[in-house]
Protein backbone atom coordinates (compact mmCIF):
# COMPACT_ATOMS: atom_id res chain seq x y z
CA UNK A 1 0.00 0.00 0.00
CA UNK A 2 2.91 2.20 0.73
CA UNK A 3 4.58 1.40 -2.52
CA UNK A 4 1.74 2.28 -4.25
CA UNK A 5 1.68 5.64 -2.42
CA UNK A 6 4.91 6.34 -2.66
CA UNK A 7 4.87 5.58 -6.91
CA UNK A 8 2.07 7.93 -6.90
CA UNK A 9 3.35 10.94 -5.36
CA UNK A 10 6.54 10.51 -7.41
CA UNK A 11 4.52 10.93 -10.58
CA UNK A 12 2.53 13.91 -8.99
CA UNK A 13 6.12 15.55 -8.65
CA UNK A 14 7.13 14.33 -12.33
CA UNK A 15 3.95 15.49 -13.71
CA UNK A 16 4.34 19.00 -12.12
CA UNK A 17 7.99 18.81 -14.05
CA UNK A 18 6.60 18.34 -17.45
CA UNK A 19 3.32 19.63 -16.86
CA UNK A 20 5.62 23.81 -18.03
CA UNK A 21 6.35 22.14 -20.81
CA UNK A 22 3.03 20.69 -21.59
CA UNK A 23 -0.16 22.20 -22.39
CA UNK A 24 -1.94 23.27 -19.44
CA UNK A 25 -4.86 21.02 -20.94
CA UNK A 26 -2.87 17.77 -20.64
CA UNK A 27 -1.99 18.67 -16.74
CA UNK A 28 -5.30 18.91 -15.36
CA UNK A 29 -6.77 15.89 -16.89
CA UNK A 30 -3.72 13.82 -15.54
CA UNK A 31 -4.13 15.62 -12.27
CA UNK A 32 -7.40 14.50 -12.01
CA UNK A 33 -6.85 10.90 -13.12
CA UNK A 34 -4.39 11.15 -10.26
CA UNK A 35 -7.11 12.32 -7.95
CA UNK A 36 -9.45 9.95 -8.89
CA UNK A 37 -6.87 7.24 -8.26
CA UNK A 38 -6.15 8.44 -4.79
CA UNK A 39 -9.53 8.52 -3.37
CA UNK A 40 -9.95 5.28 -4.80
CA UNK A 41 -7.18 4.21 -2.58
CA UNK A 42 -8.90 5.99 0.12
CA UNK A 43 -11.66 4.03 0.20
CA UNK A 44 -9.86 0.88 0.03
CA UNK A 45 -8.37 2.17 3.21
CA UNK A 46 -11.29 3.13 5.01
CA UNK A 47 -13.44 -0.23 3.98
CA UNK A 48 -12.47 -2.58 6.76
CA UNK A 49 -13.59 0.24 9.22
CA UNK A 50 -17.03 0.19 7.71
CA UNK A 51 -17.66 -3.07 7.66
CA UNK A 52 -17.09 -3.65 11.36
CA UNK A 53 -17.93 -0.80 13.91
CA UNK A 54 -15.75 0.50 16.06
CA UNK A 55 -18.26 1.40 18.85
CA UNK A 56 -17.96 4.12 21.18
CA UNK A 57 -20.29 4.89 24.24
CA UNK A 58 -22.74 6.95 22.53
CA UNK A 59 -23.27 4.73 19.52
CA UNK A 60 -23.59 1.60 21.22
CA UNK A 61 -27.56 0.77 20.89
CA UNK A 62 -29.23 -0.38 24.32
CA UNK A 63 -32.10 -2.68 23.00
CA UNK A 64 -33.38 -2.30 26.97
CA UNK A 65 -34.17 1.01 26.43
CA UNK A 66 -36.91 -0.20 23.60
CA UNK A 67 -37.68 -3.22 25.13
CA UNK A 68 -36.91 -3.85 29.04
CA UNK A 69 -36.36 -7.52 28.36
CA UNK A 70 -33.38 -6.81 26.11
CA UNK A 71 -30.40 -6.96 28.26
CA UNK A 72 -28.07 -8.11 25.68
CA UNK A 73 -26.39 -5.86 23.13
CA UNK A 74 -25.15 -7.95 20.41
CA UNK A 75 -25.06 -5.25 17.47
CA UNK A 76 -22.66 -7.33 14.84
CA UNK A 77 -24.25 -10.96 15.23
CA UNK A 78 -21.31 -12.50 17.16
CA UNK A 79 -23.59 -14.08 19.97
CA UNK A 80 -26.59 -16.41 18.32
CA UNK A 81 -30.12 -15.69 18.68
CA UNK A 82 -30.57 -19.17 21.17
CA UNK A 83 -27.86 -17.71 23.48
CA UNK A 84 -29.39 -13.97 23.67
CA UNK A 85 -32.47 -15.71 24.46
CA UNK A 86 -30.92 -17.35 27.07
CA UNK A 87 -29.38 -14.81 28.64
CA UNK A 88 -32.22 -12.09 28.44
CA UNK A 89 -33.74 -14.41 30.39
CA UNK A 90 -31.29 -15.15 32.73
CA UNK A 91 -30.56 -11.68 33.04
CA UNK A 92 -34.23 -10.83 33.57
CA UNK A 93 -34.17 -12.61 36.17
CA UNK A 94 -31.65 -11.49 37.99
CA UNK A 95 -33.66 -7.85 37.75
CA UNK A 96 -36.89 -9.48 38.99
CA UNK A 97 -35.42 -11.50 42.02
CA UNK A 98 -32.68 -9.34 43.10
CA UNK A 99 -32.64 -5.89 41.21
CA UNK A 100 -29.34 -6.62 39.60
CA UNK A 101 -29.85 -4.24 36.53
CA UNK A 102 -27.18 -5.56 33.94
CA UNK A 103 -26.05 -4.44 30.04
CA UNK A 104 -24.28 -7.13 28.29
CA UNK A 105 -22.33 -6.40 25.37
CA UNK A 106 -20.56 -8.33 22.79
CA UNK A 107 -18.47 -6.11 20.03
CA UNK A 108 -16.14 -6.76 17.41
CA UNK A 109 -14.39 -3.23 18.67
CA UNK A 110 -14.41 -0.61 20.84
CA UNK A 111 -12.67 3.04 20.62
CA UNK A 112 -9.76 2.92 22.62
CA UNK A 113 -9.77 -0.72 23.00
CA UNK A 114 -10.01 -0.63 26.95
CA UNK A 115 -12.89 -3.07 28.40
CA UNK A 116 -12.87 -1.12 31.78
CA UNK A 117 -12.68 2.27 30.75
CA UNK A 118 -15.47 2.04 27.74
CA UNK A 119 -17.67 -0.14 30.80
CA UNK A 120 -17.04 2.93 32.99
CA UNK A 121 -18.10 5.56 30.70
CA UNK A 122 -20.80 3.51 29.73
CA UNK A 123 -21.91 3.16 33.23
CA UNK A 124 -21.54 6.59 33.94
CA UNK A 125 -23.30 7.81 30.45
CA UNK A 126 -26.82 5.56 31.58
CA UNK A 127 -26.42 5.45 35.40
CA UNK A 128 -27.11 1.40 35.03
CA UNK A 129 -28.70 -0.13 38.59
CA UNK A 130 -31.22 1.42 40.87
CA UNK A 131 -30.36 4.29 43.26
CA UNK A 132 -31.19 2.29 46.50
CA UNK A 133 -29.28 -0.61 45.76
CA UNK A 134 -26.45 0.93 43.25
CA UNK A 135 -26.99 -2.68 42.07
CA UNK A 136 -25.58 -2.32 38.39
CA UNK A 137 -23.92 -4.81 36.25
CA UNK A 138 -21.47 -3.84 33.25
CA UNK A 139 -20.63 -7.15 31.30
CA UNK A 140 -18.25 -6.30 28.14
CA UNK A 141 -16.70 -8.59 25.83
CA UNK A 142 -14.58 -6.85 21.94
CA UNK A 143 -13.74 -9.86 20.62
CA UNK A 144 -11.27 -7.70 18.24
CA UNK A 145 -9.37 -6.30 21.06
CA UNK A 146 -9.31 -9.26 22.90
CA UNK A 147 -10.36 -7.90 26.06
CA UNK A 148 -13.19 -7.97 28.66
CA UNK A 149 -14.31 -6.22 31.71
CA UNK A 150 -17.01 -7.09 34.15
CA UNK A 151 -18.28 -3.86 35.52
CA UNK A 152 -19.31 -3.78 39.28
CA UNK A 153 -21.96 -1.16 40.96
CA UNK A 154 -20.99 -0.26 44.13
CA UNK A 155 -23.45 -2.40 46.21
CA UNK A 156 -22.37 -5.16 44.33
CA UNK A 157 -18.53 -5.09 45.47
CA UNK A 158 -19.55 -6.97 48.54
CA UNK A 159 -21.69 -9.69 46.04
CA UNK A 160 -19.17 -9.42 43.60
CA UNK A 161 -15.75 -8.72 44.94
CA UNK A 162 -13.19 -8.28 42.65
CA UNK A 163 -11.60 -11.34 43.32
CA UNK A 164 -14.54 -13.57 42.84
CA UNK A 165 -15.53 -11.34 38.91
CA UNK A 166 -11.75 -12.56 38.37
CA UNK A 167 -12.28 -16.11 39.08
CA UNK A 168 -15.46 -16.20 36.74
CA UNK A 169 -13.57 -14.87 34.15
CA UNK A 170 -10.75 -17.07 34.84
CA UNK A 171 -12.85 -20.66 35.30
CA UNK A 172 -15.91 -19.77 33.01
CA UNK A 173 -14.93 -17.26 30.49
CA UNK A 174 -11.36 -17.22 29.57
CA UNK A 175 -11.20 -21.98 28.54
CA UNK A 176 -14.08 -20.29 26.40
CA UNK A 177 -12.72 -17.40 24.41
CA UNK A 178 -9.19 -18.89 23.63
CA UNK A 179 -11.83 -21.64 21.44
CA UNK A 180 -12.94 -18.49 20.24
CA UNK A 181 -16.63 -19.76 21.29
CA UNK A 182 -18.07 -16.47 22.31
CA UNK A 183 -21.94 -18.27 23.25
CA UNK A 184 -20.22 -20.33 25.64
CA UNK A 185 -18.16 -17.72 27.03
CA UNK A 186 -21.13 -15.59 27.59
CA UNK A 187 -23.49 -18.26 29.03
CA UNK A 188 -20.85 -19.62 31.42
CA UNK A 189 -20.24 -15.84 32.94
CA UNK A 190 -24.21 -15.55 33.24
CA UNK A 191 -24.61 -18.55 35.05
CA UNK A 192 -21.90 -17.90 37.64
CA UNK A 193 -22.69 -14.58 38.23
CA UNK A 194 -26.02 -15.37 38.41
CA UNK A 195 -25.14 -18.37 41.16
CA UNK A 196 -23.75 -15.69 43.31
CA UNK A 197 -26.20 -13.42 42.84
CA UNK A 198 -28.60 -15.87 43.97
CA UNK A 199 -26.83 -16.17 46.78
CA UNK A 200 -27.08 -13.00 48.19
CA UNK A 201 -30.64 -12.60 50.25
CA UNK A 202 -29.28 -8.80 51.20
CA UNK A 203 -30.35 -7.69 47.44
CA UNK A 204 -33.74 -7.42 46.89
CA UNK A 205 -35.78 -7.54 43.57
CA UNK A 206 -37.41 -4.46 41.64
CA UNK A 207 -40.82 -5.49 42.66
CA UNK A 208 -39.83 -4.79 46.36
CA UNK A 209 -39.51 -0.59 45.38
CA UNK A 210 -42.13 0.07 43.61
CA UNK A 211 -45.26 -2.01 44.44
CA UNK A 212 -47.40 -1.85 40.89
CA UNK A 213 -46.18 -4.48 38.82
CA UNK A 214 -46.41 -3.99 35.04
CA UNK A 215 -50.60 -4.60 34.46
CA UNK A 216 -51.12 -2.36 37.82
CA UNK A 217 -49.03 0.30 35.91
CA UNK A 218 -50.94 -0.03 32.34
CA UNK A 219 -54.02 0.02 34.02
CA UNK A 220 -53.18 2.96 35.52
CA UNK A 221 -52.31 4.62 32.84
CA UNK A 222 -55.31 3.89 31.05
CA UNK A 223 -57.33 5.46 33.45
CA UNK A 224 -55.39 8.88 33.78
CA UNK A 225 -55.31 9.19 30.69
CA UNK A 226 -59.40 8.48 30.04
CA UNK A 227 -59.95 10.70 32.72
CA UNK A 228 -57.16 13.10 31.20
CA UNK A 229 -59.21 13.20 28.13
CA UNK A 230 -62.65 13.24 29.24
CA UNK A 231 -61.56 16.67 31.30
CA UNK A 232 -60.20 17.77 28.04
CA UNK A 233 -63.38 16.92 25.71
CA UNK A 234 -65.15 18.42 28.78
CA UNK A 235 -62.90 21.75 28.48
CA UNK A 236 -63.61 21.67 25.03
CA UNK A 237 -67.13 21.76 25.36
CA UNK A 238 -67.80 23.92 27.67
CA UNK A 239 -65.57 26.80 26.04
CA UNK A 240 -67.77 26.36 22.64
CA UNK A 241 -71.12 26.88 24.68
CA UNK A 242 -69.52 29.92 26.57
CA UNK A 243 -68.53 31.16 23.22
CA UNK A 244 -72.19 30.45 21.74
CA UNK A 245 -73.83 32.38 24.42
CA UNK A 246 -75.93 35.02 23.06
CA UNK A 247 -76.04 37.94 26.43
CA UNK A 248 -79.23 39.47 24.50
CA UNK A 249 -81.85 36.33 24.33
CA UNK A 250 -79.93 34.17 26.41
CA UNK A 251 -79.68 31.36 23.99
CA UNK A 252 -76.63 28.97 22.74
CA UNK A 253 -77.27 30.73 19.33
CA UNK A 254 -73.97 32.71 18.66
CA UNK A 255 -71.99 31.98 15.27
CA UNK A 256 -68.70 33.51 14.54
CA UNK A 257 -68.60 35.53 11.49
CA UNK A 258 -65.37 36.84 11.58
CA UNK A 259 -61.88 36.53 13.07
CA UNK A 260 -58.59 39.14 13.05
CA UNK A 261 -55.26 38.06 14.78
CA UNK A 262 -53.07 40.92 15.53
CA UNK A 263 -49.03 39.78 17.19
CA UNK A 264 -47.37 41.29 20.08
CA UNK A 265 -44.06 40.24 19.37
CA UNK A 266 -42.62 41.57 22.24
CA UNK A 267 -44.94 40.13 24.89
CA UNK A 268 -45.12 36.94 22.77
CA UNK A 269 -48.62 37.35 22.23
CA UNK A 270 -51.36 36.64 19.65
CA UNK A 271 -54.11 38.25 20.10
CA UNK A 272 -57.56 37.05 18.45
CA UNK A 273 -60.45 39.08 17.90
CA UNK A 274 -63.15 37.01 16.82
CA UNK A 275 -66.76 38.40 16.25
CA UNK A 276 -69.75 36.08 16.43
CA UNK A 277 -73.60 36.88 15.76
CA UNK A 278 -76.41 35.56 17.28
CA UNK A 279 -78.98 33.66 14.33
CA UNK A 280 -81.80 34.35 16.91
CA UNK A 281 -81.58 37.97 17.90
CA UNK A 282 -78.55 39.12 15.79
CA UNK A 283 -76.86 40.54 18.17
CA UNK A 284 -73.11 40.97 18.19
CA UNK A 285 -70.75 40.44 20.60
CA UNK A 286 -66.93 40.03 20.36
CA UNK A 287 -64.33 37.93 21.73
CA UNK A 288 -60.77 38.77 22.83
CA UNK A 289 -58.45 35.73 23.31
CA UNK A 290 -54.72 35.95 23.75
CA UNK A 291 -52.45 33.01 23.00
CA UNK A 292 -48.64 32.49 23.89
CA UNK A 293 -46.88 32.46 20.81
CA UNK A 294 -43.34 30.64 22.81
CA UNK A 295 -45.43 27.78 24.05
CA UNK A 296 -47.29 27.05 21.21
CA UNK A 297 -51.25 26.26 21.50
CA UNK A 298 -52.23 25.17 23.98
CA UNK A 299 -55.24 21.97 24.13
CA UNK A 300 -54.82 20.85 20.90
CA UNK A 301 -51.43 20.49 21.01
CA UNK A 302 -51.41 18.61 24.44
CA UNK A 303 -54.15 16.60 23.41
CA UNK A 304 -52.73 15.33 20.11
CA UNK A 305 -49.25 14.74 22.36
CA UNK A 306 -50.85 12.91 24.88
CA UNK A 307 -52.91 10.74 22.58
CA UNK A 308 -50.14 9.92 20.40
CA UNK A 309 -47.82 8.70 23.05
CA UNK A 310 -50.59 6.38 24.36
CA UNK A 311 -51.38 5.21 21.11
CA UNK A 312 -47.48 4.68 20.33
CA UNK A 313 -46.93 2.77 23.52
CA UNK A 314 -50.18 0.96 23.37
CA UNK A 315 -48.43 -0.83 19.40
CA UNK A 316 -45.55 -2.73 21.50
CA UNK A 317 -46.10 -5.84 23.71
CA UNK A 318 -43.62 -4.88 26.31
CA UNK A 319 -41.97 -1.32 27.40
CA UNK A 320 -39.25 0.32 27.50
CA UNK A 321 -36.73 -0.19 30.37
CA UNK A 322 -35.05 2.92 32.43
CA UNK A 323 -32.09 2.91 34.58
CA UNK A 324 -32.08 3.51 38.05
CA UNK A 325 -29.31 6.18 38.16
CA UNK A 326 -26.58 3.14 40.14
CA UNK A 327 -23.00 4.48 40.89
CA UNK A 328 -20.19 2.56 39.98
CA UNK A 329 -17.10 3.32 41.85
CA UNK A 330 -14.91 1.20 39.81
CA UNK A 331 -14.80 -2.45 41.17
CA UNK A 332 -14.71 -5.70 38.99
CA UNK A 333 -12.33 -6.95 37.00
CA UNK A 334 -10.77 -6.95 33.28
CA UNK A 335 -8.60 -9.10 31.46
CA UNK A 336 -7.62 -10.14 28.05
CA UNK A 337 -7.24 -13.25 26.08
CA UNK B 1 -46.34 79.20 59.49
CA UNK B 2 -47.70 76.62 62.04
CA UNK B 3 -49.01 74.17 59.88
CA UNK B 4 -46.51 74.16 57.00
CA UNK B 5 -44.17 73.35 59.77
CA UNK B 6 -46.13 70.69 60.82
CA UNK B 7 -46.53 69.48 57.60
CA UNK B 8 -42.80 69.66 57.05
CA UNK B 9 -42.38 67.69 60.66
CA UNK B 10 -44.73 65.03 59.27
CA UNK B 11 -43.34 64.54 55.66
CA UNK B 12 -39.67 64.25 57.23
CA UNK B 13 -40.91 61.98 59.41
CA UNK B 14 -42.11 59.80 57.01
CA UNK B 15 -38.96 60.04 55.01
CA UNK B 16 -37.38 59.19 58.20
CA UNK B 17 -39.94 55.79 58.35
CA UNK B 18 -39.42 55.00 54.69
CA UNK B 19 -35.50 55.35 54.96
CA UNK B 20 -35.23 53.66 57.85
CA UNK B 21 -37.52 50.52 56.54
CA UNK B 22 -35.56 50.27 53.54
CA UNK B 23 -32.13 50.68 55.56
CA UNK B 24 -33.70 47.46 57.65
CA UNK B 25 -34.57 46.15 54.13
CA UNK B 26 -31.14 46.25 52.88
CA UNK B 27 -29.87 44.67 56.15
CA UNK B 28 -32.27 41.60 55.96
CA UNK B 29 -31.63 40.97 52.18
CA UNK B 30 -27.68 41.02 52.88
CA UNK B 31 -28.21 39.06 56.32
CA UNK B 32 -29.84 36.56 54.13
CA UNK B 33 -28.08 36.45 51.19
CA UNK B 34 -25.23 36.00 53.44
CA UNK B 35 -26.54 32.97 55.21
CA UNK B 36 -27.18 31.51 52.28
CA UNK B 37 -24.25 31.62 50.59
CA UNK B 38 -22.48 30.71 53.98
CA UNK B 39 -24.76 27.54 53.71
CA UNK B 40 -24.03 26.41 50.60
CA UNK B 41 -20.14 26.90 51.38
CA UNK B 42 -20.82 24.63 54.30
CA UNK B 43 -22.18 22.15 52.34
CA UNK B 44 -20.13 22.14 49.71
CA UNK B 45 -17.01 22.17 52.25
CA UNK B 46 -18.13 19.30 53.51
CA UNK B 47 -19.06 17.09 50.37
CA UNK B 48 -15.23 17.93 49.55
CA UNK B 49 -14.61 16.27 53.16
CA UNK B 50 -16.81 13.63 52.31
CA UNK B 51 -14.31 12.74 49.20
CA UNK B 52 -11.23 12.64 50.66
CA UNK B 53 -12.39 10.46 53.01
CA UNK B 54 -13.42 8.05 50.30
CA UNK B 55 -9.85 8.64 48.57
CA UNK B 56 -8.22 8.23 51.63
CA UNK B 57 -10.49 4.63 52.17
CA UNK B 58 -9.30 3.78 48.43
CA UNK B 59 -5.61 3.93 49.40
CA UNK B 60 -5.85 2.33 52.81
CA UNK B 61 -7.75 -0.36 50.89
CA UNK B 62 -4.25 -0.67 48.66
CA UNK B 63 -2.47 -0.79 51.89
CA UNK B 64 -3.91 -3.57 53.33
CA UNK B 65 -3.46 -5.67 49.78
CA UNK B 66 0.29 -5.10 49.45
CA UNK B 67 1.44 -7.56 52.50
CA UNK B 68 -0.60 -10.43 51.00
CA UNK B 69 0.34 -9.87 47.56
CA UNK B 70 3.84 -9.27 48.90
CA UNK B 71 3.70 -12.68 50.58
CA UNK B 72 2.19 -14.65 47.71
CA UNK B 73 4.94 -13.36 45.28
CA UNK B 74 7.76 -14.41 47.83
CA UNK B 75 6.41 -17.40 47.85
CA UNK B 76 7.81 -18.01 43.94
CA UNK B 77 10.47 -14.84 43.60
CA UNK B 78 11.99 -14.56 47.22
CA UNK B 79 15.15 -13.77 45.44
CA UNK B 80 13.37 -10.62 44.02
CA UNK B 81 14.12 -9.23 48.00
CA UNK B 82 14.87 -5.36 46.89
CA UNK B 83 11.96 -5.42 44.68
CA UNK B 84 9.67 -6.61 46.92
CA UNK B 85 11.58 -4.56 50.27
CA UNK B 86 10.99 -1.09 48.19
CA UNK B 87 7.18 -1.86 48.07
CA UNK B 88 7.01 -2.77 52.09
CA UNK B 89 8.98 0.68 52.43
CA UNK B 90 7.01 2.66 50.22
CA UNK B 91 3.68 1.29 51.49
CA UNK B 92 4.82 2.11 55.40
CA UNK B 93 5.96 5.64 54.68
CA UNK B 94 2.60 6.09 52.75
CA UNK B 95 0.10 5.31 55.83
CA UNK B 96 2.59 7.52 58.07
CA UNK B 97 0.86 10.21 56.27
CA UNK B 98 -2.55 10.89 56.86
CA UNK B 99 -4.14 14.54 56.43
CA UNK B 100 -6.87 16.33 57.91
CA UNK B 101 -9.02 17.88 54.77
CA UNK B 102 -10.79 20.14 56.79
CA UNK B 103 -7.16 22.47 57.45
CA UNK B 104 -4.97 20.59 54.62
CA UNK B 105 -2.41 22.72 52.92
CA UNK B 106 -1.32 22.19 49.42
CA UNK B 107 2.08 21.20 50.44
CA UNK B 108 0.38 18.50 52.69
CA UNK B 109 -1.52 17.15 49.65
CA UNK B 110 1.38 17.18 47.10
CA UNK B 111 3.64 15.26 50.07
CA UNK B 112 0.49 12.76 50.00
CA UNK B 113 0.15 12.41 46.87
CA UNK B 114 4.30 11.93 46.50
CA UNK B 115 4.14 8.92 49.07
CA UNK B 116 1.24 7.25 47.51
CA UNK B 117 2.92 7.88 43.69
CA UNK B 118 5.56 5.94 45.58
CA UNK B 119 3.95 3.30 46.40
CA UNK B 120 2.27 2.87 42.79
CA UNK B 121 5.87 2.94 41.36
CA UNK B 122 6.89 0.48 43.62
CA UNK B 123 4.04 -2.26 42.67
CA UNK B 124 4.68 -1.55 39.27
CA UNK B 125 7.67 -2.77 39.25
CA UNK B 126 7.05 -5.85 41.73
CA UNK B 127 4.47 -6.80 38.83
CA UNK B 128 6.45 -6.25 35.87
CA UNK B 129 8.90 -8.44 38.07
CA UNK B 130 6.28 -11.33 38.10
CA UNK B 131 5.85 -11.43 34.36
CA UNK B 132 9.15 -13.45 34.48
CA UNK B 133 7.89 -16.43 36.25
CA UNK B 134 4.89 -18.46 35.04
CA UNK B 135 4.22 -20.42 37.77
CA UNK B 136 3.20 -17.49 39.83
CA UNK B 137 1.68 -15.81 36.86
CA UNK B 138 -0.56 -19.11 36.67
CA UNK B 139 -1.65 -19.28 40.39
CA UNK B 140 -4.91 -18.36 40.62
CA UNK B 141 -4.50 -16.76 43.98
CA UNK B 142 -1.98 -14.39 42.63
CA UNK B 143 -4.43 -13.75 39.68
CA UNK B 144 -6.99 -12.69 42.13
CA UNK B 145 -5.12 -10.46 44.17
CA UNK B 146 -4.09 -9.12 41.33
CA UNK B 147 -7.30 -8.33 40.33
CA UNK B 148 -8.24 -6.73 43.25
CA UNK B 149 -4.78 -4.67 43.33
CA UNK B 150 -6.35 -3.43 39.62
CA UNK B 151 -10.41 -3.16 40.76
CA UNK B 152 -8.54 -0.94 43.79
CA UNK B 153 -6.40 1.40 41.28
CA UNK B 154 -9.45 1.93 39.40
CA UNK B 155 -11.07 2.60 42.12
CA UNK B 156 -8.63 4.64 43.44
CA UNK B 157 -8.96 7.07 40.38
CA UNK B 158 -12.36 6.87 40.38
CA UNK B 159 -12.75 8.38 44.04
CA UNK B 160 -9.76 11.17 43.33
CA UNK B 161 -11.94 12.41 39.82
CA UNK B 162 -14.90 12.73 42.12
CA UNK B 163 -12.86 14.28 44.61
CA UNK B 164 -11.99 16.40 41.55
CA UNK B 165 -15.10 17.38 41.10
CA UNK B 166 -16.18 18.49 43.94
CA UNK B 167 -13.33 20.39 44.52
CA UNK B 168 -13.46 22.33 41.54
CA UNK B 169 -17.68 22.85 42.24
CA UNK B 170 -16.24 24.47 45.42
CA UNK B 171 -13.49 26.50 44.43
CA UNK B 172 -15.52 27.91 42.26
CA UNK B 173 -18.16 28.74 44.61
CA UNK B 174 -15.35 30.42 46.62
CA UNK B 175 -13.84 32.47 43.96
CA UNK B 176 -17.39 33.51 42.27
CA UNK B 177 -18.61 37.26 43.62
CA UNK B 178 -20.24 38.59 45.59
CA UNK B 179 -19.48 34.98 47.42
CA UNK B 180 -15.92 35.43 47.69
CA UNK B 181 -16.32 38.35 50.25
CA UNK B 182 -18.18 36.34 52.25
CA UNK B 183 -15.95 33.49 51.89
CA UNK B 184 -12.86 35.48 52.87
CA UNK B 185 -14.38 37.13 55.88
CA UNK B 186 -15.75 33.74 57.01
CA UNK B 187 -12.45 31.86 55.86
CA UNK B 188 -13.17 29.68 53.21
CA UNK B 189 -9.85 29.12 51.09
CA UNK B 190 -9.33 27.30 47.79
CA UNK B 191 -9.48 23.50 47.73
CA UNK B 192 -6.24 21.53 46.54
CA UNK B 193 -7.37 18.97 43.55
CA UNK B 194 -5.27 16.12 42.42
CA UNK B 195 -2.53 16.76 40.20
CA UNK B 196 -2.23 14.12 37.48
CA UNK B 197 -0.13 11.04 38.50
CA UNK B 198 3.78 11.77 37.73
CA UNK B 199 4.06 9.90 34.72
CA UNK B 200 0.46 9.31 33.48
CA UNK B 201 0.85 12.15 30.54
CA UNK B 202 3.20 9.46 29.31
CA UNK B 203 1.55 7.70 26.66
CA UNK B 204 2.44 3.65 27.22
CA UNK B 205 5.22 2.47 25.64
CA UNK B 206 3.99 -0.29 23.03
CA UNK B 207 6.35 -3.02 22.06
CA UNK B 208 6.23 -5.51 19.38
Redesign the interface.
Known sequence: MSNLLTHLIQQLQQDRHTSLQRAVRHTSLRRAVLFTLLLGVAHICALPTLLAATYTVDNLPIPYLQDKTQYVSNPDNILSQTAVDSLNLWLGQMEDEHGVQTVLAVVERIQGGET?DFC?ALARKYGIGSKQQNSGLVILLSTGDRAYTILTGRGLEGTL???I???IE?RQMLPALREGDWDEAMLNTVRAVKAYIDGDDSLVGSSDFDDDDDIGALIGFCVAMFLGLALIGLAIWYDNRKKAYCPSCHQHTMKKISSRVTKNKRLGLRTHHDTYRCTHCFFIKELHWDEDIRSGSGGAAAGGALGGSFFGSGGGHSFGGSFGGGS???????GRF | MKTSFAKQTVSSLQGRVKGGSSLLLAFFLLFSLTSCTYNKLVEQEEVVTQKWADVQTQYQRRADLIPNLVNTVKGYAAHESETLQAVVEARTKATQITIDPSNATPEQIAAYQAAQGEVSQALGRLLAITENYPDLKAN?QF??????L???E??????RRIYNEAVQTYNVSVRKFPNNIWAMIFGFDKKTPFAAEAGAEKAPEVQF
Not at chain 1, 328 to 334: D, M, T
Not at chain 2, 143 to 148: F, I, R, Y
Open positions: YMPDACKRNFGGGGAS | ESELQAQEGTNRIAES
